[in-house]
């Protein structure tokens, strides 16, 4: 993946912009200081900061990794008696547990307190997993996740996820999908971070793969649409010469602003404010 760079008055504006334009969150970033503001007079900040990211590398599987999934696929070409144990073992299991399923049960015990604020760990920490969990069986867990998801809204939709160059795209397919839409897609924002979090649950320590829900191909129309909408409103600010502030949007709108800001001849964008206002401004160089 190549790296991005861009300069502001603070690192951490210049970090944000760059997830920005990168789509992805802080967890699947890495960062480089090029350049750190100088401090002036009466310790004020003087110059920029420069800053270049990129999303984080994948990490190629180890070797024991490789192995233990070789193993786990023989075990399920297995007789039928091998089944019976492994049921018998399950059984054993489910007793010392205190009954229920005791692989769940296992699991959880297993969880250290507080697995979601580890999953988004501070920038630049060195003790980051670099090694990412496998996207198939992530993206197996995700669909399952998702399926139970669109039961409880009581909806009737399939979903199906892809792979993408080691990112899970899941699909949600069906008829009266507004409701995992929602107003300006605020619901399938929230659909998509719940699923994230569940994927970062479900990879146990290592790397969680980069995910995206699409609803009823929502994101994808949108961001067809959204493209147009940049470009007609470039023209206006490079006719004016004036800047234009978009609404607030969430970083994968952010980016279609930012990507198609970029292919356009004298024209600058940048974020500003916080989430969840947070919104792109686009000015006539």
């Known amino acids: 993946m190549e790296w991005v760079e861009t300069t ?5 504006e210049a970090k944000d912009t760059l997830l920005d334009q990168l789509g992805v969150d802080e967890d699947e970033a890495e960062f480089e200081i090029l350049e750190e503001p100088k401090v002036g007079l009466f310790g004020r900040p003087r110059g920029e900061a420069r800053v270049r990211a990129r999303i984080r590398p994948k990490a190629p599987r180890s070797k024991d990794d490789r192995r233990r999934n070789n193993r786990r696929t023989k075990s399920k ?44 760990l501070p ?5 980051a ?14 669909a399952g996740f998702l399926s139970e998801l669109v039961t409880a809204f009581g909806v009737e ?15 949600v397919e069906g008829t009266d ?16 971070e719940l699923s994230r979090t569940f994927s970062q649950k479900e990879s146990k ?13 929502y994101r994808a129309n949108r961001k ?17 010469g004036e800047a234009y502030a978009f609404e607030p949007m969430g970083s994968a709108d952010r980016k279609t602003v930012h990507d198609t800001a970029a292919t356009i001849d004298g024209l600058e964008s940048r974020s500003e404010g916080e989430d969840p206002r947070r919104k792109v401004v686009i000015i006539p160089a």
């Open 8 to 12: 502001s008055k603070t690192i951490d």
């Open 77 to 120: 070409a297995g007789t039928g008696g091998e089944a019976n144990g492994n049921a018998a073992a399950s059984g054993d299991q489910r007793g010392s547990n205190g009954g229920g399923n005791g692989k769940r049960r296992e699991n959880q015990g297993e969880r250290p307190e507080g697995q979601r604020q580890e999953a988004r």
């Open 123 to 127: 920038r630049n920490n060195d003790t």
């Open 129 to 142: 997993p670099t090694e990412t969990a496998d996207p198939e069986e992530i993206a197996a867990a995700v």
């Open 157 to 171: 939709a399939k979903v199906s996820t892809t792979i993408d160059e080691g990112q899970i795209v899941a699909q």
């Open 177 to 192: 999908l507004g409701y995992l839409i929602g107003p300006k897609g605020g619901v399938i924002d929230a659909v998509q």
């Open 205 to 217: 320590g290592k790397q969680a793969p980069r995910l995206r829900v699409d609803v009823g191909s």
């Open 224 to 240: 067809t649409e959204l493209e147009e909408y940049v470009r007609r409103i470039a023209d206006e600010a490079l006719a004016s």
